[in-house]
């Protein structure tokens, strides 16, 4: 099982369950979580969990729930009776929505993690305005963030370019899962608000999402070990 003190999330963005259980068997379980997001779910069911779980690694499935209220509870059940570790929706579906989830967890005694999304990493200022919301990255952030505590999250997932601001926000306890983090050696892709492991640990992100800068390496424990390395410098 992985060390309960890891903050590693591998992402495994792949459209095909061959390709992401033959970079799972190159992972060790006891060093890293893995996420498996919207394709390779559409794609692969519930096969993609049981696979990975079979392997020993715990999920977060990264599938951004957003419609009213007792479909996203229906959802976010569903995802934790496959035994997922975290599940997310998306902030923006307001508190009834995430009241309504994290609820159904509740009745249940289910234990899955449930986060919310704030403002997504691909997004800047213009891309907010394009949908109506005339702020700058880090207030709309913030203002989500807020909600989902209110609303009972464990969490969000943000950018680390706002994990300090939302550490003074919300606590240390708020779970902060970060995408966009990159080795100081490593692109930034297509995700504009990206970060360093160190840098992203010490401004207080709990979890950190890394995808290509380890799965696109050729040798993946190696390049872990890296980021290790690097975090904890």
Known sequence: MPRLDTPLIIALDYPHLDQALAMADRLDPRRCRVKVGKELFTRTGPQVLEALHARGFEVFLDLKFHDIPNTVAGAVEAAADHGVWMVNVHASGGRRMMEAARERLE???????????????????????????????????????????????????????????????????????????????????????????????????????????????????????????????
Do not use: W
């Not at 213009?126 to 989500?144: F, I, N, S, T």
């Open 107 to 233: 009745k249940r005694q289910l234990t899955t993690h449930l986060i919310a999304v704030t403002v997504l990493t691909s997004m800047a200022h213009e891309d907010l305005v394009e949908v109506g919301v005339d702020a700058e990255p880090l207030p709309q952030v913030e203002r989500l963030a807020a909600l989902a505590q209110r609303s009972g999250m464990s969490g969000v997932v943000c950018s680390a370019q706002e994990t300090a601001a939302l550490r003074a926000l919300c606590g240390d306890t708020f779970m902060k899962v970060t995408p966009g983090i990159r080795p100081s050696v490593s692109n930034d892709d297509d995700q504009r608000r990206t970060q360093t492991p160190a840098r992203a640990r010490e401004a207080g992100s709990t979890h950190l999402v890394i995808g290509r800068p380890v799965t696109q390496a050729s040798e993946p424990m190696s390049a872990l070990a890296a980021i290790e390395q690097e975090m904890y410098l």
